[in-house]
């Protein structure tokens, strides 16, 4: 007697991945300062840490001077190392 086959499921369709947006250009930001903190806290995440590439958009030689900026900028005591924990 034959084996019975389970129907073929039809694999989902992949909504295409949209790109983010880069937020440096979309502000017309071409310069990274460690004195603009209002933007440097946006790649801060609630905890204090600085967030990864994949989740702020930015190339990779902006990320690192992103990076830069912030350790540059809690160095100066612009920025907080930790945020309170309340």
Do not use: C, H
């Not at 990076?67 to 309340?86: G, K, T, Y």
Request: hydrophobic share 35%; aromatic share 4%; net charge positive.
């Amino acid at each position: 007697m034959a084996k019975k086959r389970a129907p073929k499921r039809r694999t989902p369709l992949k909504e295409p991945v949209r790109q983010k947006r880069n937020p440096l250009t979309a502000r017309g930001v071409t310069t990274i300062d460690y004195k603009d903190t209002a933007l440097l806290r946006t790649f801060i995440s609630e905890r204090g840490k600085i967030r990864s590439r994949r989740v702020t958009g930015l190339t990779p030689q902006q990320q690192r001077q992103v990076a830069v900026a912030i350790r540059n900028a809690r160095e100066m005591a612009l920025l907080p190392f930790v945020e309170d924990r309340r």
